[in-house]
């Protein structure tokens, strides 16, 4: 069983590995062509940092598949031999923070060099050490109090009903759906400051889009993201009475009126098509089969590993081979996202107009640097968005 485990974790990180291998090399080729839709100076920066980003996606797949045979021989048995005794929720708390701390930390070397060497050295990343130091001690706080508490939660349902993996899909799913609810107001300040939009006048037409859009929300902020990055990006967050309209400071350095009411209508448009209630039921088809699958695993695959059947070994296998599903169903997520980018470009065309969003979408590509050609397969696997030549193609462009 275990030589079947490890020859699936394979295939699986090979995929990945040729994926961004054909990027790379599709890039490669397409920065000799004709600069389309950026100049040709910025045509070659935003080649140059897509193939930086997929060399670094590569050695990271190469780390992440040391760590899995780092797991699968001997260190899930070997952490559950010194934690778990007699399988007490507590125990099995204990185990599943352990694991994901340490995979943490034996990650940290990445997350470091793309937040300070390779981000920075492109223009992108501006936080300091002491953010970044605040930043990752604030989020360790939020994850073992939020996490231990549903690591407690699923143990509690593993160990009380008999049909476990439907209610933890449940429990999962809700706890999802809170979070989403109170991150803007109660999380997301916690890194970030909001204030008010103060500009009246953008402020009274971003209000009109909501009014003809139908959304209510609790109000318009800008956020300091520059803070931290200089990339450009709005959103509209949190659900229910918590929604908000956030409009990063960078993006309001960059873009004009009638090109930030173009990009606010986009997302207006997912609102209007009831996108986000499809990606939600979307997210909870996903969520379901992944707790079907994990649900119902013989008791050889625990034994492949070295373990006992229990709550911390099956969401520790949760967690170290729920990817695999996740990738594989990816292209069928990334089709039907693409489908509603489409029509949301349509709708936030209208709410300004087709040249206002071209020249923003432009704008935006070029500001993050936003390689406009990709490999058909990375873009079967990884887009949400369809290439940028394709949007502005639907949009009238003449590109």
Same mark, same amino acid.
């Given at each position: 069983?275990?030589?079947?485990?490890?020859?699936?974790? @394979?295939?699986?990180?090979?995929?990945?590995?040729? /994926?961004?291998? +054909?990027?790379?090399?599709?890039?490669?080729?397409?920065?000799?062509?004709?600069?389309?839709?950026?100049?040709?100076?910025?045509?070659?920066?935003?080649?140059?940092?897509?193939?930086?980003?997929?060399?670094?996606?590569?050695?990271?797949?190469?780390?992440?598949?040391?760590?899995?045979?780092?797991?699968?021989?001997?260190?899930?048995?070997? !952490?559950?031999?010194? /934690?778990?005794?007699?399988?007490?929720? *507590?125990?099995?708390?204990?185990?599943? !923070?352990?694991?994901?701390? =340490?995979?943490?930390?034996?990650?940290? $070397?990445?997350?470091?060099?793309?937040?300070? =060497?390779?981000?920075?050295?492109?223009?992108?990343?501006?936080? +300091?050490?002491?953010?970044?130091?605040?930043?990752? /001690?604030?989020?360790?706080?939020?994850?073992?109090?939020?996490?231990?508490?549903?690591?407690?939660?699923?143990?509690?349902? %593993?160990?009380? *009903?008999?049909?476990?993996?439907?209610?933890? *899909?449940?429990?999962?799913?809700?706890?999802? %759906?809170?979070?989403?609810? *109170?991150?803007?107001?109660?999380?997301? $300040?916690?890194?970030?400051?909001?204030? $008010?939009?103060?500009?009246?006048?953008?402020?009274?037409?971003?209000?009109?889009?909501?009014?003809?859009?139908?959304?209510?929300? @609790?109000?318009?902020?800008?956020?300091?993201? +520059?803070?931290?990055?200089?990339?450009?990006?709005?959103?509209?967050?949190?659900?229910?009475?918590?929604?908000? =309209?956030?409009?990063?400071?960078?993006?309001?350095?960059?873009?004009?009126?009638?090109?930030? !009411?173009?990009?606010?209508?986009?997302?207006?448009?997912?609102?209007?098509?009831?996108?986000?209630?499809?990606?939600?039921?979307?997210?909870?088809?996903? !969520?379901?089969?992944?707790?079907?699958?994990?649900?119902?695993?013989?008791?050889? =695959?625990?034994?492949?590993?070295?373990?006992?059947?229990?709550?911390? @070994?099956?969401?520790?296998?949760?967690?170290?081979?729920? +990817?695999?599903?996740?990738?594989?169903?990816?292209?069928?997520?990334?089709?039907?996202?693409?489908?509603?980018?489409?029509?949301?470009?349509?709708?936030?065309?209208?709410?300004?107009?087709?040249?206002?969003?071209?020249?923003?979408?432009?704008?935006?590509?070029?500001?993050?640097?936003?390689?406009?050609? @990709?490999?058909?397969?990375?873009?079967?696997?990884?887009?949400?968005?369809?290439?940028?030549?394709?949007?502005?193609?639907?949009?009238?462009?003449?590109?």
């Amino acid at each position: 069983m275990i030589t079947f485990i490890i020859a699936l974790y @394979s295939l699986y990180f090979l995929a990945k590995v040729y /994926i961004s291998a +054909s990027e790379i090399s599709f890039v490669l080729k397409a920065k000799n062509l004709p600069a389309v839709i950026l100049s040709d100076e910025n045509y070659q920066k935003a080649a140059a940092y897509k193939i930086a980003n997929e060399k670094f996606a590569i050695i990271s797949l190469f780390w992440d598949y040391a760590l899995f045979f780092f797991w699968a021989v001997f260190g899930l048995k070997t !952490l559950q031999n010194l /934690i778990v005794t007699d399988g007490t929720i *507590f125990q099995s708390t204990a185990f599943v !923070l352990i694991f994901i701390a =340490v995979n943490f930390v034996l990650t940290l $070397p990445f997350e470091l060099y793309s937040t300070f =060497v390779k981000d920075k050295r492109f223009g992108f990343s501006t936080i +300091s050490t002491k953010t970044y130091i605040i930043d990752s /001690i604030k989020s360790a706080v939020i994850f073992v109090i939020i996490g231990s508490l549903i690591i407690s939660l699923i143990a509690w349902i %593993l160990s009380t *009903f008999e049909f476990w993996w439907l209610w933890s *899909f449940a429990a999962i799913f809700c706890v999802i %759906l809170f979070i989403n609810m *109170f991150y803007p107001t109660l999380i997301a $300040p916690l890194f970030n400051k909001f204030t $008010p939009l103060e500009n009246s006048e953008l402020k009274s037409s971003i209000e009109i889009l909501m009014q003809k859009a139908g959304l209510k929300s @609790s109000g318009i902020f800008t956020m300091d993201a +520059s803070k931290r990055d200089n990339r450009l990006n709005a959103y509209f967050g949190g659900l229910g009475k918590s929604k908000r =309209v956030v409009l990063f400071d960078t993006l309001l350095k960059k873009l004009n009126a009638s090109e930030l !009411l173009a990009v606010l209508g986009h997302e207006l448009g997912h609102f209007k098509h009831k996108d986000i209630l499809k990606n939600i039921a979307v997210m909870a088809f996903l !969520l379901f089969i992944l707790f079907a699958i994990f649900g119902n695993l013989p008791i050889t =695959v625990y034994e492949a590993f070295g373990l006992e059947r229990g709550a911390h @070994s099956i969401i520790a296998i949760f967690l170290l081979l729920s +990817s695999i599903v996740s990738f594989v169903m990816m292209p069928l997520f990334g089709y039907l996202s693409r489908k509603n980018e489409y029509k949301a470009d349509e709708y936030g065309s209208e709410c300004e107009s087709k040249e206002a969003l071209i020249s923003a979408l432009i704008k935006l590509a070029d500001e993050n640097k936003s390689f406009p050609r @990709s490999h058909f397969l990375y873009i079967a696997f990884y887009h949400t968005h369809p290439p940028l030549i394709e949007r502005l193609k639907a949009l009238g462009a003449d590109i």
